[in-house]
Structure formats: structure tokens, C-alpha cells
């Protein structure tokens, strides 16, 4: 377990609506990952951060942006939601003598 | 060429029999492997690393052969309980940041 938590874990929002998706880890790892997963695509990353503040994007950031302020929290924001923002979020940290990836448990984003 | 591909399956698999996965990937110069297991709605969870020498872990056993730029897993003596999404998952040296590719997952059934 990599302490890994993510809120919410389910979220139903109108389209044009701001959406705020947290995670946050309690083991002070410094990197940070957000990540969507849709049928047919596998997992994409949207935005990455190497440390407080440092943050960069990944290959599907539009429409997305971040923010780190502390090390523990890593927030993902969808400023104005689309259909097309209808994804699993996945958040991730990093550690391990292979830098391998531990994933939180998800959250499951539907916007009408 | 997919920077990582896989078979998407599914493989439908007696209970006890060998199933085995591969996994082709682009970059030649990617440094680290891995193998990840989702189940239906959950997070992925890292399986094993995959080591030039190749590696096991009980009943699975990964290779990785960097001249053909492919892994493989094999999975003995299959489980009712091994039934998931299998994922590949490719590491290669970016800028600030590693970069991670994931495979779109091959799914594996085993039938009682």
C-alpha cells in the first residue's frame, strides 16, 4: 500500500461545470502523476509534478491543469467539463529501486 | 510502430493451464519493464519488474529480450483468481521525467 488516496472516488457533473479531483499521498514521494484510462486507449497521462510547484504536462493536457502546493496533494482541475472528460482518473506516485508506479484507487468521472 | 503493443485478447484459458503474453514495444532505448495487473474497475498494481535475465515470481515468470524489443509473461498453472487485464509497461529516460508508456492491456479469462 503506497498511501495513496483519491476524492472523489465518484462524480456525475453537467457539462460547462468546474470539477476539482484530489489526490493525496501521506508517504512524502515527490512525484505525481494524473493519468486517464478510456476503453481502447489504455492509460494517458494528462500532467505530472516533480516536486512543489513543479509541474508539466503530459500527452493529452488539454483542458486540464494542475496544481502542488504541498507535497501531499496533487489536484487535478477541469476548468469547464465536457463529454469528453467522461474518464477513470487515475492518480500515481513513484518509488522503488525501478521507479515502478502505484496507482490510488480511482475516481469515476461522468459529465451529462 | 505503437510505442507499446499488446494483444488485446481476450484469452480464454482453462483453469491449470500456461498462458503466456507478449508485448512488443519501439524504443530501444527504454531502460525498465514491468508488468501490471488490473481486475474490472480497480487500479492497475504492479506485477513484476522484467530483468534482462529474466525473472519469476512464484507461478508467472517475465523476460524481456532486448534485441527482438519485446517482453513476455507466463503464468502457470492458471488460477480462476489470475483472471484480469494484463498491462505492459515500458520506462524510457525523458527531460524532467521518465517516460511511461502503458501497453492498452491484454485480457485473460480463465474458465473453471
Known amino acids: 500500500d503506497a498511501g495513496i488516496t483519491q476524492s472523489p472516488r465518484h462524480k456525475v457533473t453537467e457539462t460547462g461545470t468546474p470539477v476539482t479531483l484530489r489526490c493525496h499521498q501521506t508517504?512524502?514521494?515527490?512525484?505525481m502523476y494524473w493519468y486517464r484510462q478510456d476503453p481502447g486507449h489504455g492509460l494517458r497521462l494528462i500532467h505530472y509534478s516533480y516536486g512543489v510547484k513543479d509541474t508539466d504536462k503530459g500527452e493529452v493536457s488539454d483542458g486540464y491543469s494542475v496544481s502542488r502546493s504541498k507535497t501531499e496533494d496533487f489536484l487535478l482541475t477541469l476548468e469547464s467539463a465536457t463529454s469528453s472528460q467522461t474518464s477513470v482518473y487515475f492518480c500515481a506516485i513513484r518509488l522503488g529501486q525501478d521507479n515502478e508506479q502505484f496507482f490510488g484507487p480511482g475516481t469515476r468521472l461522468t459529465v451529462l | 510502430r505503437k510505442e507499446v503493443e499488446q494483444d488485446p485478447g481476450p484469452f480464454n484459458v482453462p483453469e491449470g493451464a500456461t498462458v503466456a503474453f507478449n508485448c512488443t514495444y519501439s524504443n530501444s532505448a527504454s531502460q525498465s519493464f514491468f508488468w501490471y495487473r488490473q481486475d474490472c474497475r480497480k487500479e492497475p498494481k504492479l506485477l513484476m519488474s522484467?530483468?534482462?535475465s529474466g525473472n519469476e515470481d512464484g507461478r508467472f515468470t517475465a523476460q524481456l529480450n532486448r534485441a527482438s524489443q519485446y517482453i513476455s509473461l507466463l503464468i502457470r498453472d492458471s488460477k480462476l483468481s489470475d483472471s484480469a487485464t494484463y498491462l505492459c509497461?515500458?520506462?524510457?529516460?525523458?527531460?524532467?521525467?521518465?517516460?511511461?508508456?502503458f501497453g492498452k492491456g491484454t485480457r485473460l479469462h480463465i474458465l473453471p
Open positions: 508517504e512524502n514521494h515527490r512525484y
Open positions: 509497461v515500458v520506462r524510457a529516460r525523458g527531460n524532467r521525467d521518465d517516460k511511461i508508456i
Open positions: 522484467v530483468y534482462s
